[in-house]
């Protein structure tokens, strides 16, 4: 595998695909996106199919489908509880692609595989990225691959129209920070602060620095995760971001809940709460009364 990017140009096919529609959406209307991440399978496929058709019902900008690995590293306690429910319950990749083909045929809120780089290479990469593309997802999330080793991996997704979003880290220079921007498309995922997924009571207070170096670096759309929880917390990064992440906050909900109706109506009910103040925060105020949003 190449390990250098220097040979892969920014890919810019996807720039009509559901994803950057979206965001322009949410710029026009001067909206904070709300990225929506659940763990496909948990805690059935049939029961996750009908959770994230409440998500996108509930205004969900983006659905991540997180995929099941064994070895989850970048996960919080909820989100690897999660995996663990999905993967006894069997679920596999090609079953995920499947839930994202059923889903597709129902729905056209942008949908992005989230996952390690193992069961994708196990799949293989071009059979993965025809399958993926072939069912109506989105973009890809790769958790565990840098973008050094991503030669391959791009240059297969992008074949077949597949946004690449990287994360950058706190810890990520602005060289860094540029490299990074130069492999994604679709938007840059910003993470709020080192460690784990998992729901935090207030955000770092070097964040919106840590946003203004990520937006010197690319003119992707910014979306902001892990710790991303309330809608105070919605409502303020609408000042700063394009779009939040949640991801651990929806899973509880559905780990909480007794049956797969009432986790289907309790993450509607978080989302819908999340997109009142992603509509109603910094960013909307701004666009209301004419002044300039600065990150």
């Not at 935090?200 to 892990?226: H, N, S, Y």
């Not at 509607?268 to 701004?286: F, Y």
């Amino acid at each position: 595998m190449s390990k250098t990017t220097s040979s892969i140009a920014p890919q810019t096919g996807a720039a009509a695909g559901r994803i950057a529609r979206r965001f322009a959406e949410l710029a026009r209307r001067g909206e904070m996106g709300i990225v929506a991440y659940l763990t496909a399978g948990d805690p059935t496929l049939e029961a996750s199919e009908k959770i994230i058709l409440a998500a996108a019902g509930a205004g969900a900008d983006v659905i991540e489908l997180g995929v099941p690995f064994s070895d989850p590293v970048a996960d919080g306690p909820t989100i690897q509880r999660a995996s663990e429910r999905s993967l006894r319950a069997g679920t596999k990749l090609t079953d995920v692609i499947a839930l994202v083909r059923r889903l597709r045929a129902k729905i056209e809120t942008p949908l992005v595989l989230f996952s390690y780089y193992n069961p994708i290479l196990q799949l293989g990469l071009d059979k993965f990225a025809a399958e993926a593309s072939a069912a109506g997802a989105d973009g890809v999330l790769v958790t565990d691959l840098t973008p050094e080793e991503a030669d391959d991996y791009r240059a297969a997704m992008h074949a077949r129209g597949l946004d690449t979003i990287f994360l950058a880290a706190p810890t990520s220079t602005d060289a860094r920070l540029a490299q990074i921007g130069r492999a994604s498309t679709g938007f840059l995922y910003v993470i709020s602060r080192t460690g784990v997924t998992g729901t935090r009571d207030a955000l770092p207070e070097d964040l919106p620095a840590l946003v203004r170096r990520a937006r010197a670096a690319t003119k992707l759309p910014i979306a902001i995760g892990f710790g991303i929880s309330l809608p105070t917390h919605v409502s303020v990064l609408g000042g700063i971001a394009d779009a939040a992440v949640v991801g651990s906050a929806l899973v509880a909900a559905v780990e909480k809940s007794a049956s797969p109706e009432e986790a289907a109506a309790a993450v509607a009910a978080l989302i819908q709460s999340l997109k009142h103040a992603g509509a109603a925060g910094v960013s909307r105020r701004g666009i209301e009364t004419g002044s300039e949003q600065k990150p």
